[in-house]
């Protein structure tokens, strides 16, 4: 078996072998790996390969491995969302996601390394240790979704789950020259999925090329009843899937491309909408004057959400829990020292900002500043039917260069951000090298027009072969 | 800005526990973070209306129909501490 | 006459209601029937808040909501949202408590009660949803507690919060508020008041006009009228010797029926109330007719209508409907052509006063019995018939049995195992009424035996009068008609 498979090369493997000698097989790279990508490999997933070799399975992802961070629960697997605090806890029910991939045959080989609680963009934040980038193994993978991501680059899965919240799945898409796709707020059902920023965030697929992606889409996407924020979307994502983007309007927004930008960064993302231009598509510059407002906007409401969903983790019923004379005390040892230094400070400061006294001045000036930024992505998607952007302004930094001082980290969100406010899909897909490191083309279209995005994203895919570089170091 | 007393205040509303030295770091790392969010100042939003959620969606139910609940073996699995099914804590305080 | 509320007193009532009548919680799918269960066998991962969870709306809550709303004459608002409390308790999961805050679904509403000058209105701020948290069990006493078990069964269950302007006066007039308050709830069928944790009241009451004070964990209402009366009492000690009321919480411990200060940090609650991101709004103005129709006649509609209809007097039509199922058993009644001012004498004075004497509370009726269980004990049980009303009723009117032979005969059936009818138990107990010679001979003979109570009577001892009919009813076993013997003894006394 080659050691990067498409989801049907896994297919067709299973049916020529077995689907128990495709996860062993899968198993065993695990085993070799250099990346610390997983932080639970499963143990039953041999088995489960296993049964579906003897009773038979009609689904459409029959056999077929994924990886799954670590925020999304999973039956009897560890969920440790990267943390100390969640330390032994196993969610006695699966995420919706899940429950869709278990119906369709799917096994899972393990949960994936993550930013603590999704508090990131680098991975490095993780309890577990760092997991490093398989083009650089002393570089950052990205983040949060950077374990998962990085697996898949590695050969590690064929496909994964990530959740996107400021950019989680695509900046490790990016990073890692994978794809990555952010789908619409609501298209996925965020059940079982540990919130980090429930207004924001979604659960996204990351794989190795577009289908892959579509493939993973219309099995996890839909409504789901236990989430009242899932919206009721028929798409059906791999038929969209055709090679043809003439007469696309494509906008490109001069504000994504700000002062940091690395030169290799913009000449491959610029090259690529050049590519789209030969391929039929035309582009213009768009105005987005509220853009450069969107990272503190974003930043006060996740961390605002957050200090809320990360109340429930006190030691009380589950998890770690450091012993103490009264309840109060044994909760605020608990999550002094269950929780690590960057969830600490954004618990503190999304507290901060919705205290008597400052609500309006920080969290309800953000939500106000959000419909700003909404509207700069209607006004621009009214007139052209793509934008086009870095999604990072940088490849990925080294291990350890920007953990320690938290504002520069939170300034790579700035192009990724800004897409979780609008609540809009985006697709990071592979556009180039810059210092032998991926750089990733950010593709964002109007609410619930995935087949749009996916249908560019893919045409790209057909015209070049980006997707088809691998990492040497992993190989 | 954020002073020791504002750390101290929040740290015991978020019930984190925090030493002499942490409150001093997390005072400056904070007010480094708020000083950007400032910028938001910059923008006039008197008569702009806050984005709650991005889709216009209202009136999402169920219906009053009983599902399976769990075990109290299940319940009590992830931790130790328990006593006649029930959780152990200590004394509030 | 309006009354001077000499010492000032304010009082307003947070009621918090469980609608332990929908068949799930507020959030999740888990089954209502806790109260018998073992702890944690009624939780699911929802209500148990763990990580990746979401909550989705009861809808029949909602219209519980709507409905309470539309009983206490309130607004129904446009849009109504969900908000997030954040506090730690041990007994909230999520570390926050789902609720509203400034879009309650209802707001500006008032009840009616009978205030200590007359009929006095006490307005209602608002109402509105939010979820129970779980139970605390302290292990040993509150203060000297050595830890506490946690029980999530009660968590997620569904509550209405009412919250009243602090127009009642005295102690008085809060304990009628919250029995009307608690009665047009059972009108409306949206819980049982008999469950545990089914109501409970927190109360803020100043004097002299000044600080409040709320005064926490009242959890029946012969509990708030006590505890307002400790507390009325502490506030003006505290004021005669020349302290200051500090606003504060209190808890009321209702063995002791006082309250104690339950202050423990120095440092103010900040709830950072924020609109729940998990939930979407509603807009639900749009059900307010469907939802009126289905409305019950209420207690002060149903009140002037048993007057006009059956004739009966004020006090008894309020006694008759302080209970639903009271009301509705009277109806049954007298829907089978007994008097219906009997019918009202025998019910609302007798039967009810049997019931609350032998502390049984009314827990169901269904057209034909009328149920009890022990409000103490809930596996002790009775019944009563509307057929046996009926005939006892019947029986008395025809004058075929005495005032006292008729209370025997209910105390028979509700201390009884056995189903016997009133027919039964009269024939058993030879109480048919004496015939009027047997009356006339005890009487005569009773006069003979009494020869010194006689000399009193006529000396101008009232009492002995007494005395005298009460030998009479002796010597016929309670068969006689005690106004009867009372008329012939003076009869042959004046001879």
Redesign the interface.
């Known amino acids: 078996m080659a050691k990067w498979m498409s989801v049907a090369q896994v297919k067709e493997n299973i049916r020529e072998s077995s689907a128990e000698e495709v996860t062993a097989r899968y198993l065993e790279v695990i085993g070799k790996s250099k990346i610390n990508g997983y932080v639970t490999v499963s143990d039953k997933a041999l088995e489960q390969a296993k049964k579906i070799d003897v009773e038979g399975h009609e689904g459409p992802l029959a056999g077929v491995p994924i990886a799954i961070k670590d925020n999304i629960s999973v039956v009897g697997l560890p969920n440790s969302c990267g943390s100390k605090i969640l330390e032994g806890y196993v969610p006695p029910f699966n995420a919706h996601v899940i429950e869709k991939l278990l119906a369709a045959g799917a096994v899972v080989l393990g949960k994936t390394n993550m930013d603590e609680f999704a508090m990131g963009s680098s991975t490095e934040t993780s309890h577990y240790g760092p997991t490093a980038n398989p083009w650089d193994l002393e570089r950052v993978p990205g983040g949060s979704s950077g374990g998962s991501a990085a697996v898949v680059a590695a050969g590690e899965a064929p496909f994964a789950l990530g959740s996107d919240t400021g950019g989680s799945v695509r900046c490790p898409a990016a990073f890692c020259g994978v794809v990555g796709l952010k789908p619409t707020y609501g298209a996925v059902s965020r059940y079982g999925v540990v919130a980090y920023a429930n207004s924001l965030e979604q659960v996204g697929p990351l794989a190795n090329n577009v289908e892959d992606i579509a493939v993973l889409m219309d099995v996890i996407a839909g409504y789901d009843r236990r989430d009242s924020t899932s919206i009721d979307s028929k798409t059906e994502y791999q038929k969209a899937l055709v090679d043809d983007v003439k007469g696309l309007k494509i906008g490109v927004p001069q504000e994504f491309f700000g002062e940091g930008i690395h030169p290799g960064v913009e000449k491959a993302v610029w090259d690529a909408i050049h590519k789209f231009e030969s391929l039929g598509a035309t582009w213009q510059e768009v105005s987005m004057p509220n853009i450069k407002y969107a990272l503190a906007s974003y930043y006060i409401i996740a961390m605002s959400e957050a200090s809320s969903n990360l109340a429930r983790f006190d030691g009380t019923r589950y998890g770690f829990r450091e012993s103490a004379e009264n309840w109060h005390a044994m909760v605020s040892k608990t999550r002094a020292e269950g929780f690590g230094t960057e969830v600490k400070r954004r618990i503190l400061l999304g507290t901060y900002a919705l205290s008597a006294g400052y609500h309006d001045k920080y969290y309800l000036k953000a939500l106000k500043v959000r419909t700003l930024v909404k509207q700069d992505f209607d006004k621009a998607l009214s007139a052209v039917d793509l934008l086009m952007a870095p999604t990072m302004p940088n490849p990925a930094f080294r291990i350890g260069e920007k953990i320690e001082d938290p504002l520069t980290l939170y300034l790579s969100d700035v192009n990724t951000c800004p897409i979780n406010l609008a609540g809009v899909p985006s697709v990071s897909v592979p556009c180039g090298f810059t210092e032998g490191l991926p750089v990733g083309l950010q593709i964002m279209g109007k609410p619930f027009d995935e087949p749009t995005v996916l249908r560019a994203a893919y045409t790209f895919e057909q015209n070049t072969d980006y997707h088809t570089k691998r990492p040497p170091e992993v190989a | 800005m954020?002073t020791k007393e504002?750390?101290e205040?929040?740290?015991?509303?978020?019930?984190?526990?925090?030493n002499e030295q942490e409150t001093v770091e997390?005072m400056e790392?904070?007010n480094?973070?708020?000083e950007?969010?400032g910028?938001?100042?910059?923008?006039p939003?008197e008569d702009?209306?806050?984005?709650?959620?991005?889709?216009e969606?209202?009136?999402?139910?169920?219906?009053?129909?009983?599902?399976?609940?769990?075990?109290?073996e299940?319940?009590?699995?992830?931790?130790e501490?328990k006593?006649?099914?029930?959780?152990?804590?200590?004394?509030?305080? | 006459m309006v009354y001077e509320n000499p010492d000032g007193i304010r009082i307003g009532l947070e009621i918090h209601v469980q609608l332990n009548k929908l068949k799930t919680k507020m959030f999740c799918g888990c089954s209502t029937d806790y109260h018998n269960a073992a702890p944690n066998t009624h939780t699911c991962p929802i209500c148990l808040g763990l990580p990746g969870t979401l909550p989705v709306l009861n809808k029949k809550a909602v219209e519980a909501a709507i409905k309470v709303g539309l009983a206490l004459e309130g607004e129904i608002a446009e849009e109504t949202q969900f908000h997030r409390k954040n506090y730690f308790y041990p007994d909230l999961p999520k570390g926050f408590q789902v609720t509203q805050y400034d879009f309650p679904i209802v707001s500006k509403g008032k009840v009616v009660i009978e205030g200590e000058d007359g009929e006095h209105v006490v307005g209602i701020t608002r109402a509105h949803m939010e979820e129970d948290p779980g139970k605390l069990v302290h292990i040993g006493s509150i203060e000297k507690s050595k830890g506490v078990l946690i029980d999530y069964n009660r968590s997620g269950m569904s509550l209405i919060e009412t919250v009243t302007e602090p127009d009642m006066r005295s102690p008085k007039e809060a304990r009628r508020f919250l029995d009307k308050f608690r009665n047009i709830l059972e009108y409306l069928d949206v819980f049982d008041g008999n469950l545990e944790g089914a109501m409970r009241v927190d109360a803020n009451v100043s004097v002299h006009w000044g600080t409040r004070v709320e005064v926490k964990n009242i959890s029946s209402h012969k509990g708030v009228e006590r505890a307002l009366l400790y507390e009325i009492m502490r506030q003006k000690n505290v004021i005669r010797r020349g302290g200051k009321i500090v606003q504060e919480t209190r808890h009321f411990d209702e063995g002791r029926g006082v309250t104690i200060s339950m202050r423990t940090k120095e440092e103010a609650e900040d709830y950072r109330y924020f609109r729940e991101p998990d939930l979407m709004p509603m807009r639900v103005t749009d059900w307010i007719p469907a939802i009126r129709e289905t409305l019950p006649e209420l207690p002060d509609a149903k009140r002037t209508r048993f007057m006009e209809q059956y004739g009966i007097t004020d006090m008894h039509a309020r006694a008759l409907t302080s209970k639903i199922m009271l009301a509705d058993f009277y109806e049954g009644v007298c829907a089978k052509g007994v008097d219906p001012k009997i019918a009202a004498t025998w019910t609302a004075d007798v039967f009810l006063g049997e019931l609350n004497y032998r502390d049984l509370a009314i827990s169901s009726y269904d057209g034909k019995t009328i149920g009890f269980i022990h409000a103490k004990d809930p596996e002790v049980e009775n019944s009563f018939k509307v057929q046996d009303m009926v005939e006892l009723v019947t029986l008395f009117a025809e004058g075929r049995v005495s005032d006292r032979a008729a209370v025997e005969v209910i105390r028979t059936i509700l201390d009884g195992t056995e189903e016997k009818t009133p027919s039964q138990i009269i024939e058993e107990k030879g109480l048919f009424k004496a015939e009027d010679d047997i009356v006339t001979k005890s009487v005569a003979e009773t006069i003979a035996e009494n020869a010194a109570a006689v000399q009193d009577y006529l000396g101008g001892a009232e009492k002995s009068l007494n005395f005298l009919v009460g030998q009479v009813m002796k010597k016929t076993k309670g068969t006689a008609d005690a106004k009867t013997a009372r008329e012939l003894i003076l009869k042959e006394l004046k001879r």
Do not use: M
């Open positions: 954020i504002d750390v205040h929040i740290g015991w509303l978020a019930r984190i526990e925090i997390y790392k904070l480094s973070v708020l950007y969010f910028q938001l100042d910059e923008l939003t702009v209306a806050p984005t709650y959620h991005v889709a969606i209202y009136n999402v139910f169920r219906e009053d129909v009983v599902e399976e609940c769990l075990s109290q299940t319940v009590l699995a992830n931790t501490h006593q006649d099914g029930a959780f152990r804590v200590p004394k509030i305080g």
